[in-house]
């Protein structure tokens, strides 16, 4: 009780401004301290280790969670289901906008709009692995009520007022407790301050090597989606004007398109409006996916399956009180698909005429048999003007996505060597040799093999490939290293391998191909030659590196010859980081082939010096030619 005392004392003399004697604020905090620790103890509580459990607190092992990742999970209930009794498409987007949205707020600390969504793949139709046991069907293709969607949002990067959100979307079935996939997406947010303004966004810092991948190949999934209208236009201006054949492969008249037309019209009320009192993003990619099946329904007089939908890109905002309305129309049909296309208008008052065009989609729909295989469709016949306009569009859209998915949606290790290159697919080959390099940097567990002087010798082995890192500090700016590297015409001043380069095509600024001869012979005893294509990427933002990347592609101007053996390259490249203003950190990232593996792995074991030799000769030639006259890139 005495030390209380002299408590109350002490906060008197603080409020009255007394000097406090060190004698008094001593004697009073060490009377406290006795009296919560066991009688005779005086000395002051020990600091606790960091990561020390608190005795009696519930231990916590779980690795530190990405700051901006949302978990979501969702029983799927009656309400949620359509006509079959699957989870509803739409459902299934409210859901994934509200968690990217949730995601990306959490980042910003502000509200934040979708911008677009990007291609969706549906996988699995939700619960159709496990309707019923094995053996028997009632011919349904699903029934999920009582299973769970889990979804996962988080921010991939944070660019200047935008942000790129990724989303994993999985099944689970509670009673067999097992997973799976159903797709995965990408989804652009803007951060809003008052009045609507846009708001700078503070960077994110990557951990996991996971997030450092994301984090890097974001930039130029950004890059993709900027390009995606002129590669569309560059493709039909390539392409013959003419229609096909209006009949369809029964012999029977092809369906006018204009039998599919659906126009729907919705009051967007409170409850369709998100928590900044717009209409919520999810919803308005509700109501499109609707009308949409309708409008596919149509032609095939069947209950329709949504397998893709191509990027959602929202132009404008709608409120409570607007009246949306959303058309849409059966492009083009295929043997064993239909692209529908679909927009949205909104205007505020009835008897208003202009309409503002707030969000457009094009989606992709299958027609599946009792056994799940997707059945035969009818023709489209177009309409005159904008119908046939639609459907060359459609099918330009459909080689892209084919182009898209073969290059970039499947995993490094699937994808062949030398990709044939054409002027549909150049947007997606640049995207693939620049994020497959800037994945091999990301990767966590690379391992010094060797040290010579300022060169360092990197490896990393994984189970089908021995990659390696070559690395050295250079005194030149980090843009005259990387003007000079990515040009393979001068690549034979220091690299020896290299007999000649010759530019065969100048894609555009950032893309060249190139046809090289090595003066390394093959095992038949013959110079090998290469068709490359070059990709270069100046920094995105403060701390990226320039990149140049290289990887093998086909041209049909160019084919393996007899003289030569055709050799490819998978992933390599340059990555140049400024360490200062007249210095930088450039480094040589190869996975090797098969071709090639003899001599990484005699340069590993300390058999050979070549590649440090190689290096060494680069920084010559970068010290040489330091200050020439750089073109503007």
């Given at each position: 009780?005495?030390s ?24 009073c ?23 020390e ?22 029983l ?57 046991p ?133 009051l ?72 529908v296309g ?57 080689k ?45 567990n ?6 010579k ?24 700016t ?38 090289v ?12 030659d ?43 490249g ?49 010290l ?10």
């Amino acid at each position: 009780m005495l030390s209380f005392f002299w408590l109350r004392c002490l906060l008197k003399m603080v409020k009255e401004n007394i000097v406090v004697p060190e004698e008094i604020l001593s004697f009073c905090c060490n009377g406290l301290q006795s009296s919560h620790h066991p009688q005779g103890s005086t000395s002051p509580p020990r600091a606790r280790e960091p990561g020390e459990e608190v005795p009696g607190a519930m231990a916590n092992h779980s690795p530190a969670r990405n700051p901006t990742e949302v978990q979501m999970s969702q029983l799927v209930l009656p309400c949620h289901t359509n006509h079959r009794g699957e989870l509803s498409t739409g459902q299934l987007l409210k859901w994934i906008d509200t968690a990217a949205c949730l995601s990306a707020e959490r980042h910003a600390g502000c509200p934040c709009v979708t911008a677009s969504m990007d291609d969706i793949y549906f996988e699995h139709t939700i619960s159709q692995q496990y309707i019923n046991p094995p053996g028997q069907r009632d011919g349904k293709s699903g029934v999920c009520v009582g299973q769970v969607v889990n979804i996962k949002a988080k921010v991939n990067r944070a660019f200047n007022s935008s942000m790129e959100v990724g989303i994993q979307v999985s099944y689970e079935d509670l009673c067999s407790g097992k997973h799976c996939s159903i797709c995965k997406a990408y989804a652009t947010f803007v951060a809003q301050g008052p009045a609507g303004c846009k708001v700078k966004l503070k960077p994110l810092t990557p951990q996991t090597e996971e997030e450092k991948i994301e984090h890097s190949i974001a930039a130029e999934r950004r890059r993709m989606r900027l390009v995606h209208k002129d590669t569309l236009k560059d493709l039909l201006t390539s392409s013959p004007s003419e229609t096909a054949e209006l009949e369809t492969r029964d012999g029977s008249v092809a369906v006018p398109a204009e039998k599919t037309r659906v126009e729907s019209v919705e009051l967007v009320l409170p409850p369709h409006a998100n928590h900044q009192g717009n209409t919520f993003g999810g919803q308005i990619m509700a109501w499109m996916e609707n009308v949409a099946t309708i409008a596919a329904s149509r032609l095939c007089h069947a209950h329709p399956t949504l397998r893709a939908i191509e990027m959602f890109h929202f132009r404008g905002p709608s409120q409570v009180g607007d009246r949306l309305v959303l058309k849409a129309i059966v492009n083009n049909s295929f043997k064993n698909s239909m692209e529908v296309g679909v927009c949205a208008e909104a205007y505020g008052q009835e008897m208003s005429v202009s309409r503002r065009h707030i969000n457009s989609a094009f989606m992709t729909f299958v027609v599946l048999d009792e056994e799940g295989r997707p059945r035969t469709l009818p023709m489209v016949a177009p309409e005159p003007g904008d119908g046939e306009r639609r459907y060359r569009e459609a099918s330009a859209r459909k080689k892209i996505r084919l182009d898209r998915k073969y290059v970039v949606s499947c995993k490094q290790t699937e994808v062949p060597l030398s990709v044939p290159w054409d002027q549909s697919n150049k947007v997606y080959l640049s995207y693939n040799n620049v994020s497959a390099l800037k994945t091999l940097v990301a990767k966590a567990n690379w391992a010094l093999a060797r040290e010579k002087e300022k060169v360092r010798m990197y490896t990393l082995e994984e189970d089908k490939f021995l990659s390696f890192r070559i690395e050295m500090s250079v005194c030149i700016t980090s843009s005259r290293a990387f003007a000079l590297l990515s040009d393979l015409r001068r690549r034979h001043e220091w690299d020896r391998h290299y007999a000649s380069a010759e530019l065969v095509q100048q894609v555009d600024d950032d893309d060249m191909i190139y046809h090289v001869v090595s003066q390394t012979l093959s095992h038949e005893n013959k110079p090998q030659d290469f068709v490359i294509l070059a990709s270069r990427r100046k920094p995105c933002s403060k701390g990226d590196p320039y990149v140049v990347a290289f990887r093998s592609v086909t041209l049909p101007t160019h084919p393996a010859s007899a003289g030569f053996t055709r050799g490819e390259t998978l992933c390599s490249g340059f990555c140049i980081w400024p360490e200062s203003e007249e210095m930088s950190k450039v480094a040589y990232y190869n996975q090797a082939t098969p071709g090639y593996l003899n001599y990484v792995t005699t340069n590993v074991a300390g058999l050979s010096s070549n590649f440090c030799a190689t290096f060494e000769a680069c920084e010559k030639f970068l010290l040489k030619n330091k200050e020439d006259l750089i073109v503007r890139l």
